[in-house]
């Protein structure tokens, strides 16, 4: 079975917002061998139907979804379910996974917690 992650961002029609979503995904990819792509729940490309359908074509068939969210709003709770759920239908062949936001995991909260505690420091 071929895996691969795909990193899932909110999306915005600003370059400027995109710009550090793409720096951490060409990071990553460096140091990962799993294949990995950045999507975009909405507003940007590449799409996350998009990018499902790009490794559907490559052969992958267990894709796991990490949403670089800080919680599970409606967004995750609701909107993203819907289009996993609309791409297991378009592409049975696949298993996808929605993972949990990365806000929830205890390293985020620590490194979040490191970097506003040098800010407040040095302010």
């Known amino acids: 079975m071929s895996h691969a992650l795909i990193l899932l961002a909110h999306g915005s029609r600003d370059p400027r917002w995109q710009a550090p979503f793409a720096t951490l995904a060409e ?3 460096q140091r990962l061998s799993t294949p990995l792509r950045l999507a975009y729940m909405e507003l940007c490309e590449p799409s996350l139907e998009a990018s499902v359908a790009e490794l559907a074509a490559d ?3 267990r894709i796991d979804i990490l949403p670089l969210f800080f919680a599970a709003g409606r967004h995750l709770r609701e909107d993203v379910p819907g289009q996993v759920e609309a791409l297991e239908a378009r592409h ?3 298993r996808l996974s929605l993972l949990a936001p990365v806000g929830e995991h205890p390293a ?3 490194a979040l ?4 505690h040098e800010r407040a420091r040095s302010s």
């Open 108 to 110: 985020f909260v620590e």
């Open 92 to 94: 049975p062949e696949l």
């Open 27 to 29: 990071t990553l990819a």
């Open 113 to 116: 917690t490191t970097i506003i």
């Open 59 to 61: 052969g992958i068939t």
